[in-house]
């Protein structure tokens, strides 16, 4: 079973900036792919940003582009998301999650992901 750990969650101003991270009870994860997800009140979760462990790719939705971005540390099996110039609609529980298709390409479809974190709170205030 592999177990994802985020942190890095808390309030923030207008223009601020968070790093999220997403550590990995896995020890080889070089098939693996992580991606990063929000949850607003009232909303469906929807997709952020996807990261291929071994290739380095990268994906983004259009609403964090040049914004945030998404980077892996393999000598510690951890993930990250580096949260830049944060608008109040970045608001909501933030999720990363992971699965062992990465050598099939990049995914934002929530359901193809396997292992998921507790998630942790990312409020922005203005």
């Known amino acids: 079973q592999v177990q994802l750990v985020e942190s890095g969650g808390g309030l923030v101003q207008v223009g601020g900036s968070l790093r999220l991270s997403c550590a990995v009870s896995r020890r080889t994860l070089s098939s693996f792919r992580m991606g990063w997800f929000r949850q607003a009140p009232g909303k469906e979760r929807e997709f952020v940003a996807g990261i291929g462990w071994s290739s380095g790719r990268t994906t983004y939705a259009d609403s964090v582009k040049g914004r945030f971005t998404i980077s892996i540390d393999n000598a510690k099996n951890t993930g990250y998301l580096q949260m830049n110039s944060l608008k109040p609609e970045d608001t909501g529980v933030y999720y990363c999650?992971?699965?062992?298709?990465?050598?099939?390409?990049?995914?934002?479809?929530?359901?193809?992901?396997?292992?998921w974190g507790q998630g942790t709170q990312v409020t922005v205030s203005s």
């Open positions: 999650a992971a699965d062992p298709r990465g050598l099939y390409g990049l995914e934002y479809r929530a359901n193809q992901y396997d292992y």
